[in-house]
């Protein structure tokens, strides 16, 4: 069967005068509109030259959930052995959908270094694949997740070597385990990336307005 990626949720620059872009992707089983409210109201109000364009992943069969179809950027098997077997076809599939995306930004009129990638679990580790993109990006922003396709070199296309890297994490995340977040960083941090890695006392799988502050400040100043 084959997957259709919905029309993106797209956020126009507040000002009129469109700068830069943020792509930003949902975690599994979510859409773009789980995180319109985040877009609007805290982003897309201090970053007014910015337009936000938030995707929505295709419907598709999720193993870990007994096969039940859901929106996902890619197949999951298991939470506690998240790297031991991985959908590299979605995967990769779901690579080629984000990097449209920055191509159309770019025939847009907006140069790469210019636009960033951010997304929340699933969406996060789609974002940190986006490291491979051969367009030289603004920056990353990963919530709450991982580094897939670990053992598939580079990990870091050349282009994106100076690409600033944020990760965000609760330290009590039951779903994407904190220290799949911490390994994945220190992963990235050894193949060279210019990352920082921001952790949260208490917080489960989602944001707090801690993490979203920081979000939002990272993003005003790689963007800005």
Request: hydrophobic letters at 40%; glycine letters at 8%; charged letters at 20%.
């Amino acid at each position: 069967m084959s997957l259709v990626y919905p029309s993106p949720l797209i956020f126009k620059p507040p000002s009129g005068v469109h700068k830069s872009t943020l792509i930003f992707l949902h975690g599994l089983g979510d859409t773009a509109a789980g995180w319109a409210d985040v877009a609007e109201f805290d982003i897309a109000k201090r970053m007014r030259n910015t337009k936000i364009v938030l995707p929505t992943a295709p419907q598709r069969n999720i193993s870990l959930n007994m096969g039940m179809r859901m929106h996902g950027w890619f197949d999951l098997f298991s939470l506690d052995k998240i790297n031991d077997r991985e959908d590299e076809e979605g995967l990769r599939e779901s690579m080629r959908y984000v990097d449209s995306l920055i191509s159309a930004e770019i025939e847009s009129g907006i140069s790469s270094e210019h636009i960033m990638v951010g997304g929340f679990s699933q969406g996060g580790a789609m974002a940190l694949l986006a490291l491979r993109s051969e367009h030289r990006l603004a920056g990353i922003v990963a919530l709450s997740g991982y580094l897939p396709l670990r053992p598939s070199p580079p990990l870091i296309a050349p282009e994106n070597m100076d690409t600033p890297v944020l990760m965000c994490h609760g330290d009590a995340d039951p779903t994407v385990r904190f220290r799949f977040g911490q390994m994945s960083a220190e992963m990235l941090k050894e193949a060279g990336a210019k990352l920082d890695f921001k952790s949260y006392v208490g917080l489960h799988h989602g944001v707090n307005t801690a993490e979203i502050t920081d979000v939002v400040e990272y993003i005003a100043s790689v963007l800005s």
